[in-house]
C-alpha cells in the first residue's frame, strides 16, 4: 500500500510542479542551457568536465606520538610549501628566458637577477627555517621543478657552486640529491593535496 501512495502522490504533485515552473514568470520559453555534448548511439548526452575529488580515507593513528608527529609535519610542509611553489614558479619562468637568450652575457644577468630577488624576499625567511624543514623544502623544491636542487645549482651556476652547497647541506646532515616520491613522502603528499596547493 505504501508503494502505490506514494506513486499516486508523485502524480498529484509532479504535473502541479510542472505547471508551476510554466506560470513561473522568471522561467521563459526561450531559457536554455548551453552545454557541451556528444551523440553516443542516436542518443545526445551532455558532458561537464569536474574538477578533481580528492578522496582519502580518515586518518588513523596508532598512538598520541604519532598524531602528533603527523601534525608536526602538516606544520612544516605548511611552512615551506610557498617556497617551493615560488621557486617552481621562477624557475619555469627563468627556463622560458634563457629559451629565448641565446648571449651567455645575457642569460647570465637573467639568473644573477632571479637569484637577487630570491635573496631580497626570502633570504631572512628560509634562514629562520628549522633543519626538518629544509629536508622538506628540498623535497618539494623536486616536486614543484621536476629537478633536485643540487641538478638547478649545477644548471644555473656551475659543477662546483653545486658541489660547494652540497658539501655544506651534508655537513647538517642533507642531501641536495633527494628525489621527492609520492608513494614514500605520502603523508607529505596527503597533506599537500588536502590543503588544496
Same mark, same amino acid.
Given at each position: 500500500?505504501? *508503494?502505490? /501512495?506514494?506513486?499516486?502522490?508523485?502524480?498529484?504533485?509532479?504535473?502541479?510542479?510542472? =505547471?508551476?515552473?510554466?506560470?513561473?514568470?522568471?522561467?521563459?520559453?526561450?531559457?536554455?542551457?548551453?552545454?557541451?555534448?556528444?551523440?553516443?548511439?542516436?542518443?545526445?548526452?551532455?558532458?561537464?568536465? /569536474?574538477? *578533481?575529488?580528492?578522496?582519502?580515507?580518515?586518518?588513523?593513528?596508532?598512538?598520541?606520538?604519532?598524531? /602528533? #608527529?603527523?601534525?608536526? =609535519?602538516?606544520?612544516?610542509?605548511?611552512?615551506?610549501? *610557498?617556497?617551493?611553489?615560488?621557486?617552481?614558479?621562477?624557475?619555469?619562468?627563468?627556463?622560458?628566458? %634563457?629559451?629565448?637568450?641565446?648571449?651567455?652575457?645575457?642569460?647570465?644577468? %637573467?639568473?644573477?637577477?632571479?637569484?637577487?630577488?630570491?635573496?631580497?624576499?626570502?633570504? #631572512?625567511?628560509?634562514?629562520? %627555517?628549522?633543519?626538518?624543514?629544509?629536508?622538506?623544502?628540498?623535497?618539494?623544491?623536486?616536486?614543484?621543478?621536476?629537478?633536485?636542487?643540487?641538478?638547478?645549482?649545477?644548471?644555473?651556476? !656551475?659543477?662546483?657552486?653545486?658541489?660547494?652547497?652540497?658539501?655544506?647541506?651534508?655537513?647538517?646532515?642533507? !642531501? =641536495?640529491?633527494?628525489?621527492?616520491? *609520492?608513494?614514500?613522502?605520502?603523508?607529505?603528499?596527503?597533506?599537500?593535496?588536502?590543503?588544496?596547493?
Amino acid at each position: 500500500m505504501v *508503494p502505490f /501512495l506514494r506513486g499516486v502522490l508523485f502524480l498529484i504533485f509532479i504535473p502541479s510542479w510542472a =505547471l508551476a515552473q510554466r506560470m513561473d514568470p522568471k522561467v521563459g520559453r526561450n531559457d536554455t542551457i548551453v552545454a557541451p555534448g556528444f551523440v553516443l548511439d542516436g542518443d545526445t548526452l551532455a558532458s561537464f568536465w /569536474l574538477n *578533481p575529488v580528492l578522496v582519502q580515507d580518515k586518518m588513523l593513528y596508532h598512538s598520541p606520538e604519532e598524531k /602528533l #608527529k603527523f601534525f608536526r =609535519l602538516r606544520q612544516d610542509v605548511y611552512a615551506v610549501l *610557498p617556497y617551493a611553489k615560488y621557486a617552481g614558479m621562477r624557475y619555469k619562468w627563468l627556463n622560458a628566458q %634563457l629559451e629565448h637568450e641565446t648571449d651567455k652575457r645575457k642569460r647570465k644577468m %637573467l639568473i644573477r637577477e632571479v637569484e637577487e630577488d630570491i635573496k631580497k624576499n626570502y633570504a #631572512k625567511k628560509l634562514k629562520d %627555517l628549522t633543519i626538518t624543514q629544509g629536508r622538506i623544502l628540498i623535497k618539494l623544491v623536486d616536486r614543484e621543478t621536476g629537478q633536485t636542487s643540487y641538478e638547478i645549482v649545477k644548471e644555473l651556476k !656551475n659543477g662546483f657552486t653545486a658541489f660547494l652547497f652540497q658539501g655544506i647541506a651534508g655537513f647538517f646532515g642533507d !642531501n =641536495l640529491k633527494d628525489h621527492y616520491d *609520492p608513494i614514500t613522502d605520502k603523508d607529505i603528499e596527503t597533506i599537500i593535496l588536502s590543503s588544496g596547493y
